[in-house]
């Protein structure tokens, strides 16, 4: 069986891998990413703590309407904090994901 000369000159591993010292500026990146993070972290608990007063009004002065939005905020924020919260290991857990493909 011949071969188009093409596909014998194509590498058949390639191996690829994050290169941390690629690019200047990345711990700096870094140290931005990470001051995102703990942002998103304190405002998910500011939204958390409004969120649950909200909710406590609206339950204390029979609003259903106020309630269920202070328990929409409730989840919202807890949500949020997860999604900040899990990020890296979400991303890393995808990225080996990617390379078993």
């Known amino acids: ?4 000369a093409a ?13 941390s010292d ?7 990146l870094r140290s ?8 998103g972290l304190i405002l ?3 939204a958390l703590i409004l969120s649950a007063i909200v ?7 029979s609003n259903p309407h106020l309630a269920g939005r202070g328990k929409v905020g409730v989840l919202v924020a807890l ?12 991303v890393n857990f995808f990225w080996n994901v990617g390379q078993q493909v």
């Open 1 to 4: 069986m011949n071969l188009p």
């Open 7 to 19: 596909v014998l000159l194509l590498p058949l591993d390639i191996t690829i891998s994050p290169n």
């Open 22 to 28: 690629g690019l200047p500026g990345i711990q700096q």
């Open 32 to 39: 931005i990413v990470g001051a995102s993070m703990t942002i």
């Open 44 to 46: 998910a608990v500011l």
């Open 55 to 61: 909710w406590s009004l609206g339950a204390n002065s």
């Open 79 to 90: 949500g949020a904090a997860i999604v900040c919260g899990a990020s890296v290991t979400l």
